[in-house]
């Protein structure tokens, strides 16, 4: 199983970023996914979510109308674009695949990419 995140980087406030995730391993078509982020010396926190099926979404208060969420299962890959970025923006964010292999809940990380909001 692997998720590699792609897309961060330095970006003035305001600006924008896409972020990209590449699945591979497991019936991505199945699995909710996530991005969330962990600023320093905070938790980690969900940003954005979308379902299998669906594909419905759910956003964090902090970036609801700035921040868009979607799938592409023919290719196992998500993406968050990103606009009018904050500095508190700012953190590693995280691609999560969750879903059900029978019994069992899977829940599956990527390594991270850093997302830093600065002039």
């Known amino acids: 199983v692997q998720l590699v995140e792609s897309g961060g980087g330095l970006v003035q406030p305001g600006g924008s970023l896409r972020l990209s995730c590449a699945a591979s391993?497991?019936?991505?078509?199945?699995?909710?996914m996530s991005w969330y982020r962990q600023a320093p010396g905070r938790e980690r926190e969900v940003v954005a979510s979308?379902?299998?099926?669906?594909?419905?979404?759910n956003y964090a208060d902090s970036v609801k109308g700035r921040f868009a969420l979607s799938r592409f299962d023919a290719r196992n890959m998500v993406y968050l674009q990103m606009n009018s970025l904050k500095p508190e923006d700012t953190g590693v964010y995280y691609c999560?695949?969750?879903?059900?292999?029978?019994?069992?809940?899977?829940?599956?990380w990527g390594q991270g990419t850093q997302v830093t909001v600065s002039s």
């Open positions: 979308i379902t299998s099926g669906r594909g419905d979404t």
């Open positions: 391993g497991f019936t991505f078509s199945r699995y909710d």
């Open positions: 999560n695949a969750r879903g059900w292999l029978g019994y069992r809940l899977n829940d599956y």
